[in-house]
Every structure is written in structure tokens, then in C-alpha cells.
RNA sequence: CGCGGGGUGGAGCAGUGGCAGCUCGUCAGGCUCAUAACCUGAAGGUCAGUAGUUCGAAUCUACUCCCCGCAACCA
């Protein structure tokens, strides 16, 4: 049975580049899980794309003395050949710059605006009248009235370590521009998410169990403290427009006295990207450049099919920080809407990933340069050692120790190890090729076989990643301990059928384990098929089924080949020096 | 007392009431088909601390100590 799968990738924020700990967080367990449900030849659509509005990108704008969209040009660019690189395998990946994006987000801001879920409210915010603009807080500074100590943050005292209050700040100054601010009151859109307690409570509650635990009680104690109204409008240049000529034609108390300056604010708009995107995949062809786009052979092309449709499950992949926008603000939005939008399936959150201990930092230039180290060190390399430490449940740590050890130790000894030997057995001693006269494989072997296959599959589908793939390693590891029993080098010089017979059992078990990697290991998986003849691109193998199938006979197609290059310690260790 | 997470052999983790497990590392032995890879065996933990509940606690309760995330327009 074919099941509708949205797999929904947090929409990355370009104002800088993509770093190991995205990858980490959600843009590789999102892979993972996808390419594993087409296995399971469910019809996915894997959707996600830049994050292109807000404050952060017109100060990195003006950083560069760049234009904003420019801004969004260059690391959407950079983004692309990094997902690329790493074989991120997206339906669709586009940005929240689209006119399609903008529609359906002021489709979904006066659906919830008619329905009296958006309510008006008036707040203090610093306004430089030289700048004309209002500014965030943190682009505030002033004098600490506390202590005296003077440039501080306008919303707490690094010196003396209080909070302040609006207005407590003494001379309050624009941080980019040094003008003078002062607080001024603006009228705003707020989603009024008490007002949806109710639905989000229930919606809260059936999930748990399913969501991990942690996540559960994470969103479970923003709900006990209880949800307040929250802005979804902000005065600035770079962000969606309010529709404005949809809003006039509603009852007076809908509309603000002003909405001069007024934009939908990036946390409301960018999530739609979810709802968005796959309305736009449809719309698409192949033709299209520029941006990745992917149609998989008989795949629907209704987006309803996914949104609509009560038996379509939507799968959520996301680092901690965003939390709360996908259990409770996003379904807040979708449930407000009314059009019977489907609400999130899972949830899989994840944990920060560190750096030798501390948190990956651009400023401080505490940062991996991904497409650097995939290029030098191997897309599967590198994928295999952040999927083995993905920080599911706590944080995680990267360390470049750690990197060697674990694609030394574990991928190349322990999975590369078989499919070499086994490989360059059957080439030296069966010239390769073998098709099998006895078609069964032997019972013990189809017990761990299949072992491997349910189990990983059970831990994919609820997200825990690094057990799946423990399974999967634990799988290379009975069939080097097959291969060391059976000793079929002393074998194949007494009886040759006898040898035969194991081979067979070796070589599919390369061809099980050609599948159950292609999720986490799509480079190492097509290279085995492609070498045994098995097909092109394993990647695009049609299957039904997350199981083992039996292959009676065998060619190589080329000479054998390493499977994965066995990384030098102390060129990788330079990587420190850096 | 803001919300939440974590502290388990050298490293990284699993384990929510019943003899403490996994991967890696270490040590010893075996094999030689293989990328000095593979296989077998061993050593190594008073499960942060204290008090309690229980026939029985890493697991439940209370308190203490340490680390971390969110709480601020960093979406």
C-alpha cells in the first residue's frame, strides 16, 4: 500500500552558510527517512528551501553592501550545491521569495483573519526617526540604568546581568546606525493562540507516545504555562506583504489605522513554506534550473494528495530552537486555517550538534566548512559519522578524532572490509560470475537477513537513526563472521560446489546490505550495485518493500574496486590547525 | 523555586523495578580471502551524591552538586 509521505525539512535561514551542525540536526536524518520510505515505495515528497525574509538578512545585506535579494542569491546558491554535494535527495527546493509562496501565505493570513483567529493589539518598539525604521531590540543599545555600564543590549545588562524592561534603557542608540531611538507605539497583527488551546491541547495529547519523549514534554510545558497572543506582523522592507486589498474589504475592526510599513513577520510566513512548496512542485518540470527539483517515477501530482488527504502522514525534521513553531505554532496556523489541512505526523527534533564541546559559531569562527570536508573526505565518509552521532536525544560532538576512528573502525573495517574481500574473492576464484543452481538461501542467513531489515526499518520510521544504523553495521558485522566461519578460501580447493553454494549467500548478502545502507550510504549503495550489474543507480531502484530479495546470478561489471577509502589520521587531524 | 533535558566501565551511548548492555578503544589468542582488515576470549563500572519507598532501584520519591537548551524580534 503506497502511503502519501510528507517529509518536511526546516527551511534553512541564509544569512550565512550551512554548517555541519545543520546537517546534523535535521537536513540529514530528513534524507535519511526519505529515501528510506521510497524504499519502502511509499510516494514522498520531500520539500523544503531558503528562508529568505527578516531582520538578520537586511543586516547581513548591509554588512556586504549587498542587496537583500542578493544576500539570499548567494547563500541559496551556495546551499544548492551543498545539498548537491551531500545528495540531499529533495522533491522540491525552492525559496520564500516565490510569488507562489507569497500567495499561499496571505491565503492562509486571511483565512485565519476571517476565521478571528488574528486579533490587533498596540506595542512599545524603539523608532529612530532619523533612520525612519523601528529597530529589534537586539539592534538597540543604550546605558544600563542599573549600573551605569553603557553599551548594553536593551533587553538585559551583560555588566550587572538584570533584565530590563521596555524603556528602562538610558539614551537609547541604533547599534548599525548610532541615531537616536526611542520608544514608539505601533499597531500590530497578533495569532491569538489561546483562543486555539483547545484544538492544540488535543492535538498535543494524540501525539504523544509518537513524538519523542522529550519532545512531548518540552511542548507539554509551553501548553501548562500557558500560550500568549504572539506578533505576526513587524514594520520593515524585507519581509511578505500584507493583503493589504483583501483586508479592506473585510469589517473595519479587521483592518489596522495603518498598515504603512507593515509586513508579515518571517516566523508566520516561513513555515508555510511546507504548505506552499508542493503547490508549487506541481506547477514545475523538469526544464526548470536552478533550483532542485525531482518527480519520482509514478508519483502523484496533486498536492491535495498530501495536504487533504486524512491517510497522508506529514513527517517534521528540525533543530531545537524551532521547537515550538512545528508542535504548536504551525498546527495553530493549519488548524486556525479551517480547510481541514493535515497536522504533523512526527515531529523529529533534534538536539544541537557541538563542536570539540562548544556550539558552532560563525562569529567566532567555530565552524566546519561542509562542502569542504565532503569533497575531501567523501560524501558517505562523512555522512556516516554524522548519522552515527546524530543528537537524537542529547547534544552531540563533533570531533575530527572521533571522525577518523569512527570511518576507520567501523565503515571501512566493518562494511567496506566485507564487500572487499567478498568482492575480490568472487573475482579471483569465480572470475566473476556465479548463477546459482540451488536457489535457497540458508535459513540462518535469512533470519539475520531479515532481522536487519525489520528492525532498521522499525527504528527509522520512529526516528531513532543511530540505532537503525547500528543494526545495519551489526548486520556487515554477522556477515564478516559468516565469511570468517565458513573459511570458503580452504573450501574452494576441496569442493568447488560447496563454495558456490556460500558465495551465493555472500553476494546477496552485499546485495542486502546495498539496499539497507542506501538510506544513510546512497554513494557506497549505487557503487555496489553498479559493480555487480545489479543496476545504474541504486538510488532509483523501484521497490516495494523493505526487504530482503534473492538474486540467482551475478556478474561483475567492472574490476573491483575500494569501497570506501580508509581516511589518513594526520591529514585529517590538520583539520584542527585550521 | 520560569520551562525542559542530561550526569552509566578510557570515549560515545542504550537501558524507566528483577542477575548492568552496545559500538569504539585496551590486552591476549586465532585466521590469512580482505583496505595491518576479519574472528575468538579477557580486563575494565560502588549507574553524580545523600536520604527514602520496595522483597528487590541505574530505573520510583525528596533534597544536593555539576553540565546544557529554551525562556529575550538570533524564524
Known amino acids: 500500500m503506497s502511503k502519501k509521505i510528507l517529509v518536511a525539512v526546516a527551511w534553512p ?45 537586511t543586516v547581513e545585506a548591509d554588512k556586504k553592501r549587498l542587496s537583500p535579494a542578493e544576500v539570499v542569491e548567494e547563500y541559496h546558491q551556495k546551499d544548492l550545491e551543498l545539498f548537491k554535494a551531500i545528495k540531499l535527495d529533495y522533491n522540491l527546493y525552492t525559496k520564500t521569495t516565490t510569488e507562489n509562496h507569497k500567495r499561499v501565505v496571505q491565503e492562509i493570513f486571511l483565512d485565519l483573519l476571517k476565521a478571528g483567529y488574528i486579533v490587533k493589539d498596540t506595542m512599545q518598539q524603539y523608532y529612530s526617526a532619523e533612520d525612519q525604521a523601528f529597530l529589534p531590540d537586539r539592534y538597540v543599545e543604550g546605558t544600563c540604568p542599573h549600573c551605569q555600564a553603557k553599551e548594553q543590549r536593551s533587553d538585559q545588562c551583560e555588566s550587572c546581568g538584570r533584565w ?24 500590530h497583527y497578533f495569532l491569538d493562540l489561546a483562543s486555539l488551546v483547545p484544538q492544540l491541547q488535543k492535538f498535543v495529547s494524540e501525539s504523544k507516545g509518537r513524538w519523542r519523549d522529550w519532545v512531548y514534554k518540552e511542548t507539554d510545558g509551553w501548553l501548562k504555562e500557558g500560550l500568549q497572543k504572539r506578533a505576526i506582523t513587524r514594520d520593515m522592507d524585507w519581509a511578505i506583504d500584507l493583503p493589504i486589498d483583501e483586508i479592506m474589504k473585510l469589517e473595519p475592526e479587521k483592518q489596522l489605522k495603518d498598515f504603512q510599513g507593515k509586513k508579515i513577520y518571517v516566523w508566520f510566513e516561513a513555515v508555510v513554506g511546507y504548505l506552499s512548496a508542493p503547490q508549487e512542485w ?21 498536492w491535495q494528495n498530501w495536504w487533504l488527504n486524512p491517510e497522508s502522514e506529514h513527517y517534521y525534521f528540525m533543530g531545537q530552537d524551532n521547537l515550538v513553531f512545528h508542535t504548536l505554532m504551525w498546527p495553530a496556523q493549519l488548524i486556525g486555517s479551517g480547510r481541514g489541512y493535515i497536522l504533523p505526523h512526527n515531529v523529529f527534533v533534534n538536539k544541537f550538534m557541538n563542536y570539540d564541546g562548544k556550539k558552532f559559531s560563525k562569529s567566532r569562527n567555530w565552524t566546519i566548512d561542509s562542502m569542504k570536508m565532503v569533497k ?3 560524501v558517505d565518509a562523512t555522512r556516516y559519522y554524522i ?29 567496506g572490509n566485507f564487500v572487499n574481500r567478498t568482492l575480490k574473492f568472487f573475482e579471483v576464484n569465480f572470475y566473476g560470475e556465479l548463477i546459482a543452481e540451488n536457489t535457497a538461501r540458508l535459513p540462518e542467513i535469512k533470519i539475520e537477513s531479515s532481522k536487519a531489515f525489520t528492525e532498521s526499518g522499525e527504528l527509522i520510521e520512529k526516528g531513532s537513526f543511530v540505532a537503525a544504523l547500528e543494526v545495519i553495521m551489526r548486520y556487515a ?9 565458513q573459511q570458503i578460501w580452504t573450501v574452494i580447493k576441496k569442493d568447488r560446489k560447496q563454495a558456490e553454494k556460500i558465495m551465493f549467500d555472500l553476494l546477496n548478502i552485499i546485495y542486502d546490505l546495498a539496499i539497507i545502507i542506501c538510506p544513510f550510504l546512497p554513494e557506497s549503495a549505487t557503487r555496489i550495485a553498479t559493480m555487480l550489474g545489479i543496476c545504474e543507480n541504486l538510488e532509483e531502484i523501484d521497490r516495494n518493500h523493505w ?20 581516511l589518513d589520521a594526520k591529514v585529517v587531524l590538520q583539520e584542527k590547525e585550521d
Open 282 to 302: 506541481v506547477t514545475l518540470d523538469a526544464a526548470k534550473s536552478g533550483i532542485i527539483w525531482k518527480k519520482n517515477p509514478g508519483q502523484s501530482d496533486k
Open 376 to 378: 575531501k573526505y567523501g
Open 477 to 485: 558485522a554477522f556477515a564478516n563472521k559468516y565469511f570468517n566461519d
Open 387 to 415: 548519522a552515527a552521532n546524530l543528537p537524537e536525544n542529547k547534544e552531540g560532538n563533533f570531533t575530527w578524532e572521533g571522525f577518523v576512528a569512527a570511518v576507520n573502525n567501523e565503515l571501512v573495517a566493518n562494511l
Open 13 to 57: 535561514y541564509v544569512n550565512g552558510d550551512i554548517h555541519l551542525g545543520h546537517l546534523a540536526g535535521y537536513l540529514l536524518p530528513a534524507d535519511i527517512f526519505a529515501r528510506y520510505q521510497r524504499l519502502c515505495g511509499n510516494d514522498v515528497l520531500m520539500v523544503s528551501g531558503s528562508d529568505c525574509h527578516g531582520t538578520p538578512i
Open 547 to 566: 526487504q530482503s530479495e534473492t538474486l540467482q546470478q551475478f556478474k561483475l561489471q567492472q574490476p573491483v574496486e575500494i569501497l570506501i577509502q580508509k
Open 164 to 187: 530590563l524592561k521596555d524603556g528602562e534603557l538610558i539614551n537609547p542608540y541604533s547599534k548599525l546606525t548610532k541615531n537616536k531611538v526611542a520608544l514608539k507605539a505601533t499597531e
